[in-house]
């Protein structure tokens, strides 16, 4: 697992195209690329490094511009090889960035205001762009059983990125998911299997299983294929820019699960940057979490560098990580570039959901309601600055978590003008 | 109304594009383009007629192919303006065409089987796609409340829609629809009306109401704008095309409530062939319905040209329209093309949603378990090619049905490796 044996592994089909390793984030030792996910020296979480095609912006960016409408238009920047495109895949990503200026006015935002709306993806949620990059990594690695420990979307999007590439899938929830997410990752045709617990719960299992020949040879996107899970994430930053004409936004609203998405997030807005992509700018970048579940908000409000685990108890379960692995970096990630982490109520997250579809025709999962309200909130804190170009992520569909939100007719009638009249409607 | 005003209604800015007046389907007289929609001498439905750009088809191609990666890039062939594009729209359409080797080789399928998946439209159905040109019609013609009958798919398409817009709305369906499309409905917070009766009650009274001064001003997109609604659906033709690479299929299953969808897919068909877009060669349209709503699948079995009125009693609530106002022109295109009109029961409609899941990893509405179903058994029938290219259409989204699908965990287990292998899942 040594560095030495990475000239083995990208030999002359590049599986991994442009990755070279993986790096220790906290002491920078390098790993072979491998189904590994933690520094055996310090501990620390490994992530993908790489040797980027460089030195041609405008080649890479006519190249990018040419390939397909989905996530694998950035195949030069993703660990995944050249001909990715071509495998049977859900094609996830270069999904709608909305220019939400009825949004905007309620909020008093000046400066453009967007929502990157990833609901448009296969299973309506922006997991199907992590689970994406893993399953190219599992290929790789020649898994035939795709795994994952999910609040939800990920068990969806892991279902059917399995099916679709003719994997066999075993995902396990917490038991007391919404039904419409219990459903979708059932229907898929893998295994699905409730845990007595919450997500960290499940969490702890799944670490558990991969130690035990029980799950040998198994995938598990979040674990053992995290390193390349999370460079699925990074494609949004890429869209973002892409979409805002090859221009990065001066804030950003992102919710906090485990933290992984933000940092990846950062991680590609830098890459655009370095690669000469993007004119190097100052950015901001925001955190959003639910009061019932804001461990990292709770330590960027208090100053403090280690985040203190909590239980969740919120409606927004698809964030209800109560122990974050990349909390820690979402607080460097805040301070650095001028950011915050903030929380919203239950009810403040609802209220965002409403806003949102009421405004912009976007029906937003509750990790949507808690961006938004998270927006309102740090607009009402002075901490966003309403004159600048703003992006708000919404990360997931409303269809999801449908019992957040009470809505139905306003009245019940009989089919006929009168009734309509005698309801006070006409 | 006569045709002398056609002049007038296609002014400088031309509101309708290349649409230049609506035509009776019957008589074929022809009336300016305006907020109508059956014919004053029989009572025909009118359709949009149009000076298409002709004569350049490379030209048109390219034009097509440089366009926005939504319905917009047909602009030049829908009854919109030219800068479409540019109003705040829910920018629907240009969805995947997704090959689907896994399901053909399940179904025997040798000559390339396709599923189209409009579940990745805004609103995860097809109906963005027909509410999206009926907006620009009621913007032409200074409406600013947009309304429907709707089995539920609709009702959430006119909603995010008229949201989005920043139009006023207020949508009427049945009372016992499925509670996402409920909510979905709801949501965006316009007035959702229900009413106590199927949606043939439903569109009856909207009809009345268009009469009275109660609907004074209301755009109806699916009554006195449906001309223009209609033409929405055409859009599933050409991306199909474009998709193959300006290709005509040589099969469509194609799912039939009203039968608006199928006849305006026919159109779209024969336009790219009249334009030059592709060659000129037979496809067979095959429509597809649940037994429990089969008005249009009886009368063709039964060679007759009237389709008799049914009541519905069926899970596909979507296409649960028991007197489908294009049932006879249906029949004419699949008699015409040598096309079948066919039905499944609901457990096979289930059998479908889930076959469809299990394979390509898409989470189809009861709608796509009918065409899925109904593909199978015209393959059964040998109705069907298997050695030709065929493409299946996924007009909605799983989500929105999930009552009709019963799926849940294999297992609730405690977080343990030991609960784990006692439940005999290690």
Redesign the interface.
Known sequence: MAVQAVERAVSADRPFGPAVALSCRECGERFALGPVFACTSCFGPLEVAYELPAGDPEGLRRRIESGP?NLWRYAPLLPVPAGVAAE?N??PG?T?L??A??LARELGVTGGLFVK?DS?N???SFKDRVVAVAVEAARAFGFTTLSCSSTGNLA?AV??????A?LRS?VF?P?DLE??K???A????G???????TYD??N??CS??IG?P?GEGWGFVNVNLRPYYGEGSKTLAYEICEQLGWRLPDQLVVPVASGSQLTKIDKGLRELVALGLVEDRPYRIFGAQAAGCAPVARAFKDGHDVVRPVRPDTIAKSLAIGNPADGPYVLDIARRTGGAVEDVTDEEVVDG??LL???????AETAGGVTVGVTRKLLELGLLDPSLTTVVLNTG????T?DA?????????????AA??A?G??
Chains 1, 2 share one sequence.
């Open positions: 409408a049977p859900l094609e270069f709608r909305v220019r200026d009825r709306d448009g296969p299973t309506h969806g279902g059917a990125a399995a099916a679709r003719g075993c929830i038991h039904a419409g219990v459903v979708m059932a229907v898929y045709g295994d699905l299997v409730g845990i007595e617990g719960d499940v702890r299992f558990e299983l035990d029980a959901i409403r579809a009421r405004t912009e025709g976007i029906f569909d409303g269809l999801k449908l939100v009470s809505a139905g007719p306003r009245a019940v009638i009989r089919p006929s003008v309509f009249r309801a409607l006409g």
